[in-house]
């Protein structure tokens, strides 16, 4: 198990630039695979971003695809989210997930989850 903690939400005009990072604790955290989440008012979690614990393997939503990119920092045991050219449909709580298996798009496959960062765009 590893607990994660995010930071870095807030609110952001149309086409500004926010970066997400999630926190997590424990020594095995390379072995992880690391993945964001968000979900917006009435609308289920969906998947963003995910990246193996290779770093090698990374996943994109098409929405966020050449808008979005997660990196990783093994020895600092964080995953972060960096977003440009934000959009009013980008609003939503952002969540880091782990799970010590292959990178996968489905929320339940997901072990462990931070509390959420907010991310408000505006129009």
């Known amino acids: 198990q590893v607990q994660l903690v995010e930071s870095g939400g807030g609110l952001v005009q149309a086409g500004g630039s926010l970066r997400l990072s999630c926190a997590a604790s424990g020594r095995t955290f390379g072995s992880y695979t690391m993945a964001w989440f968000r979900q917006a008012p009435g609308k289920e979690r969906e998947f963003v971003a995910a990246?193996?614990?290779?770093?090698?393997?990374?996943y994109y939503a098409d929405s966020v695809k050449g808008r979005f990119t997660i990196s990783r920092d093994n020895a600092k045991n964080t995953v972060y989210l960096q977003m440009n050219s934000l959009k009013p449909e980008d609003t939503a709580v952002y969540y880091c997930a782990a799970v010590r298996r292959r990178p996968t798009m489905n929320a339940y496959d997901y072990d462990d989850w931070g509390q959420g960062t907010q991310v408000t765009v505006s129009s």
């Open positions: 990246r193996g614990w290779s770093g090698g393997s990374t």
